[in-house]
């Protein structure tokens, strides 16, 4: 149940579905952007966490920037989060909406307020978050062993809040993310009669939130629940299942991830599931805040720069060279990578293909933690190549802003990437992205191929294939690209001209939200 942990696609994996040729670029905000909803629709998320407050992914960071996109459309947005000690540190004032005695097995309170933008209900249930370590995993990095009973707790309020039980205030629409809410939607179905609409988003498919079937009765579902139609997913209570199953629509994060996962290879076994409900399922492509993300203001930069004047740019690559450990070298290509360090981000193929990189020339700068293997192996690549390879283990917000400005491209060569939010950052700050073509990827980023460079189009590299030799083949490409100046002025100046924040999208949440109420 881990979010560190995916479930693997299957392994009878038949071919990838093939996806378009290349990414085309987002439709500018004023050709898509409704006019605002009147009167309000009132939307509650639930969110396992948001960004500024609680963050282990890109979850945290589309959970805190969506809200306030939607707010411009009229859409007004409520998030529940659990109170974990860093959400309870972070409000300064609150106000007690909802008070219960016993939410499995202790006392809970939902407290309103308002923090960096965001209108949140903060369920505040000591004996379920109140603990040191991260929102999932304890400090030795393994599940916290209730999350089944902490994430339904969530899940249960949030179906509550749902059917009215805060005073003056109740949703059109409940919003779920991922596995830790999506019960909600389940608890909604079983509790009959009039509900809101509901919404499960898929951010990665991969995580499941499956628990035993023992436990039907501890989180409240009825016994009709546990068949192949209800809740019930190869032999286990499916969190996401649930969510999937009974949801008036589901959304995932970028079109081409909504055509994979109705495939085995990518669907980890709910393909058919989604493949029956097709005509509900949107994929919409995340977008980035721009106000956080944008070098012309990042107060981490040494020097700000933007897509009208890039000159400042070039000051932040030696600094970032001397922080990784690398050599001063303004015409060595600097890759670079901000990313957990597992397999599904294709961090094997890295070290399998690092020969390759060093022998164009070119140095490494990685910041992200992960599989202690894969840890190793780059500790052991930085021991082995001082001032070609520079490595951080661990996240530093600082530095990723730092490294975004300073690094000539960004490697992403994951095996599949629901959407991706480090390419979007990428662009936006000029580091040119190379990249698998899966998913967000395949939809965000446009080939440098002959054609599309002289089209004026490119923003990038996307692999031929997905491995080692694909991965190989795209730095070679991409060395050659460097070694062509003009060319690759012309796609750092394309990459900051696309657009990557939630303006384009938006549109297409409200009209899935849409709808007063649902019965």
């Given at each position: 149940m881990s979010k560190r942990a995916p479930a693997k696609p299957n392994a009878k994996t038949p071919t990838k579905p093939k996806p378009a040729a290349e990414a085309k670029p987002r439709k500018s905000a004023a050709l898509?952007?409704?006019?605002?909803?009147?009167?309000?629709?009132?939307?509650?998320?639930?969110?396992?966490?948001?960004?500024?407050?609680?963050?282990?992914?890109?979850?945290?960071?589309?959970?805190?920037?969506?809200?306030?996109?939607?707010?411009?459309?009229?859409?007004?947005?409520?998030?529940?989060?659990?109170?974990?000690?860093?959400?309870?540190?972070?409000?300064?004032?609150?106000?007690t909406l909802l008070?219960?005695?016993?939410?499995?097995?202790?006392?809970?309170?939902?407290?309103?307020?308002?923090?960096?933008?965001?209108?949140?209900?903060?369920?505040?249930?000591?004996?379920?978050?109140?603990?040191?370590?991260?929102?999932?995993?304890?400090?030795?990095?393994?599940?916290?062993?209730?999350?089944?009973?902490?994430?339904?707790?969530?899940?249960?309020?949030?179906a509550d809040i749902g059917l009215g039980a805060l005073p003056g205030w109740a949703p059109d629409v409940v919003h779920c993310h991922d596995w830790q809410t999506a019960l909600t939607i389940a608890y909604l179905h079983y509790a009959g009669g009039r509900r809101p609409r509901t919404v499960m988003t898929i951010h990665n498919l991969a995580f499941t939130g499956q628990v035993p079937l023992g436990l039907r009765e501890t989180l409240g579902l009825p016994p009709e629940s546990l068949t192949m139609d209800g809740v019930e997913f190869y032999g286990a209570i499916g969190y996401l299942k649930a969510g999937l199953r009974f949801a008036d629509a589901i959304t995932t994060v970028s079109p081409t991830y909504a055509q994979e996962i109705q495939t085995q290879a990518y669907g980890c076994g709910f393909d058919g599931l989604l493949r029956s409900r097709r005509a509900v399922l949107h994929g919409i492509l995340n977008g980035i805040d721009t106000d956080v993300w944008n070098p012309q203001t990042d107060s981490h930069l040494v020097s700000r720069y933007g897509a009208k004047d890039m000159s400042g740019r070039a000051a932040n690559k030696p600094w970032l060279q001397e922080r990784m450990g690398l050599a001063a070298d303004p015409a060595a290509l600097l890759f670079g990578v901000i990313s957990r360090l597992t397999m599904h981000k294709g961090m094997d193929l890295l070290l399998e293909a690092l020969p390759t990189l060093l022998a164009t020339g070119a140095q490494l700068a990685l910041l992200g933690s992960g599989d202690p293997a894969l840890e190793a192996g780059f500790r052991a690549a930085a021991l082995a190549y001082p001032g070609r390879v520079g490595v951080v283990i661990g996240y530093d917000e600082a530095l990723a802003h730092r490294m975004q400005a300073g690094m000539d491209a960004l490697l992403m060569p994951s095996r599949f990437e629901p959407c991706g939010l480090t390419q979007l950052c990428a662009l936006r700050y000029g580091a040119v992205p190379v990249v698998s073509r899966v998913g967000g990827l395949a939809d965000t980023v446009i080939d440098a191929n002959e054609a599309a460079v002289r089209a004026g189009a490119a923003t990038g590299v996307v692999l031929s294939e997905v491995g080692a030799a694909g991965l190989e083949s795209g730095l070679v490409r991409a060395a050659a690209l460097w070694g062509a100046p003009a060319v690759w002025t012309g796609l750092v100046g394309n990459a900051m001209r696309q657009a990557v924040g939630w303006e384009a999208e938006t549109g297409r949440y409200v009209s899935v939200l849409g709808g007063a109420s649902w019965v």
């Amino acid at each position: 149940m881990s979010k560190r942990a995916p479930a693997k696609p299957n392994a009878k994996t038949p071919t990838k579905p093939k996806p378009a040729a290349e990414a085309k670029p987002r439709k500018s905000a004023a050709l898509r952007k409704p006019k605002p909803t009147t009167p309000t629709t009132r939307v509650l998320a639930a969110v396992s966490e948001i960004y500024p407050l609680i963050k282990t992914g890109g979850l945290a960071d589309v959970a805190g920037a969506l809200p306030i996109a939607l707010a411009k459309l009229g859409v007004e947005v409520r998030s529940l989060v659990p109170g974990y000690p860093a959400v309870m540190q972070a409000l300064t004032e609150a106000e007690t909406l909802l008070s219960r005695g016993d939410l499995f097995g202790g006392p809970a309170r939902v407290l309103a307020a308002r923090v960096a933008g965001l209108d949140l209900l903060v369920l505040d249930a000591p004996h379920l978050y109140d603990r040191p370590g991260g929102p999932y995993v304890d400090a030795s990095g393994q599940d916290w062993w209730d999350n089944p009973v902490r994430f339904a707790a969530l899940s249960r309020m949030a179906a509550d809040i749902g059917l009215g039980a805060l005073p003056g205030w109740a949703p059109d629409v409940v919003h779920c993310h991922d596995w830790q809410t999506a019960l909600t939607i389940a608890y909604l179905h079983y509790a009959g009669g009039r509900r809101p609409r509901t919404v499960m988003t898929i951010h990665n498919l991969a995580f499941t939130g499956q628990v035993p079937l023992g436990l039907r009765e501890t989180l409240g579902l009825p016994p009709e629940s546990l068949t192949m139609d209800g809740v019930e997913f190869y032999g286990a209570i499916g969190y996401l299942k649930a969510g999937l199953r009974f949801a008036d629509a589901i959304t995932t994060v970028s079109p081409t991830y909504a055509q994979e996962i109705q495939t085995q290879a990518y669907g980890c076994g709910f393909d058919g599931l989604l493949r029956s409900r097709r005509a509900v399922l949107h994929g919409i492509l995340n977008g980035i805040d721009t106000d956080v993300w944008n070098p012309q203001t990042d107060s981490h930069l040494v020097s700000r720069y933007g897509a009208k004047d890039m000159s400042g740019r070039a000051a932040n690559k030696p600094w970032l060279q001397e922080r990784m450990g690398l050599a001063a070298d303004p015409a060595a290509l600097l890759f670079g990578v901000i990313s957990r360090l597992t397999m599904h981000k294709g961090m094997d193929l890295l070290l399998e293909a690092l020969p390759t990189l060093l022998a164009t020339g070119a140095q490494l700068a990685l910041l992200g933690s992960g599989d202690p293997a894969l840890e190793a192996g780059f500790r052991a690549a930085a021991l082995a190549y001082p001032g070609r390879v520079g490595v951080v283990i661990g996240y530093d917000e600082a530095l990723a802003h730092r490294m975004q400005a300073g690094m000539d491209a960004l490697l992403m060569p994951s095996r599949f990437e629901p959407c991706g939010l480090t390419q979007l950052c990428a662009l936006r700050y000029g580091a040119v992205p190379v990249v698998s073509r899966v998913g967000g990827l395949a939809d965000t980023v446009i080939d440098a191929n002959e054609a599309a460079v002289r089209a004026g189009a490119a923003t990038g590299v996307v692999l031929s294939e997905v491995g080692a030799a694909g991965l190989e083949s795209g730095l070679v490409r991409a060395a050659a690209l460097w070694g062509a100046p003009a060319v690759w002025t012309g796609l750092v100046g394309n990459a900051m001209r696309q657009a990557v924040g939630w303006e384009a999208e938006t549109g297409r949440y409200v009209s899935v939200l849409g709808g007063a109420s649902w019965v």
